[in-house]
């Protein structure tokens, strides 16, 4: 039996007791790229009344990395997978959200640590195998305003970036001590903002753990309970890309919608 079963076995055993959250910003020449991004492009190439029908055909350019996306594990780890080579199994899992808004409000350069992770552990358990943990800051009531965003009032030089995000301390040991497929943030990168080595992104390419970026709507989600389903295009030989990430939160149980039950790659 492969994985899509059981992922339909355990979203569409009752549709009416399932929530889906949208936890993707719109993609558009409003969205934030990182520095160095070429311009998105959207063209629209055909708008209009035929005979016996309306037709619509665009065009789209885009960077892999802007808005809410995925990073490939080889984005920042040379030989580990690139998009294409991502198992399907390894973009459904149940969710892992933690909350750590408040002190990201006093301090912009916050990062989630392994004490905010054992804390969470405490009250909610262990965090289950191949998860989703996806860290929430806050940032995404800021988009697309590239200024609040990335914490400057120069938002084309990184070096003078501030915004909170992953603890490599913290990346080492969900992908050391714990079995997690992703690790997402509402910000615009898995490091923060006055990074210069970006060794977050490092450790979680070097596992082959994907890095979600500028996620919506965390805060939605229950810190455990969920299943995120994350839509990414399977470019050829990518980095990463953009995604239409989705959680589901089953609403007849305290467990994941799948929790558990996807163990088989497509």
């Known amino acids: 039996m492969i994985a899509a079963v059981y992922i339909l076995a355990c979203v569409t055993s009752s549709f009416a007791a399932v929530t889906?959250?949208?936890?993707?910003?719109?993609?558009?020449?409003?969205?934030?790229?990182?520095?160095?991004?070429?311009?998105?492009?959207f063209t629209i190439l055909n708008r209009e009344q035929r005979d016996g029908f309306w037709y619509e055909f665009n065009y789209v350019g885009t960077s892999e990395h802007g808005s809410t996306h995925a990073d490939a594990p080889a984005h920042f780890a040379k030989g580990q997978w690139r998009v294409h080579e991502i198992p399907a199994s390894?973009?459904?899992?149940?969710a892992v959200m933690i909350d750590v808004s408040q002190k990201a409000k006093s301090d912009p350069d916050y990062r989630l640590s392994v004490d905010d992770i054992q804390k969470w552990e405490a009250t909610h358990g262990r965090i289950p195998d191949r998860a989703v943990v996806l860290a929430y800051f806050g940032i995404d009531k800021l988009y697309p305003n590239p200024f609040l965003v990335f914490g400057t009032?120069?938002?084309?030089?990184?070096?003078?970036?501030?915004?909170?995000?992953?603890?490599?301390?913290?990346?080492?040991?969900?992908?050391?001590?714990?079995?997690?497929?992703a690790v997402g943030v509402d910000g615009p990168s898995t490091d923060y903002g006055q990074s210069t080595t970006f060794d977050t992104h490092v450790i979680l390419g070097k596992h082959n753990v994907l890095g979600l970026e500028g996620v919506n709507n965390i805060a939605k989600l229950p810190p455990r309970g969920a299943t995120v389903?994350?839509?990414l295009i399977k470019t050829k030989d990518g980095s990463g890309g953009p995604a239409r990430i989705l959680g589901i939160i089953d609403d007849r149980a305290g467990s994941g919608v799948c929790e558990g039950l996807i163990h088989t790659d497509l």
């Open 153 to 181: 009032r120069t938002p084309s030089d990184p070096t003078t970036f501030h915004f909170p995000s992953i603890h490599p301390e913290a990346a080492t040991f969900l992908t050391g001590q714990r079995s997690v497929i």
């Open 90 to 94: 390894n973009l459904v899992g149940p």
């Open 20 to 41: 889906v959250i949208d936890l993707t910003h719109d993609l558009s020449e409003d969205s934030v790229f990182w520095p160095g991004a070429p311009p998105f492009n």
């Open 229 to 231: 389903v994350i839509g």
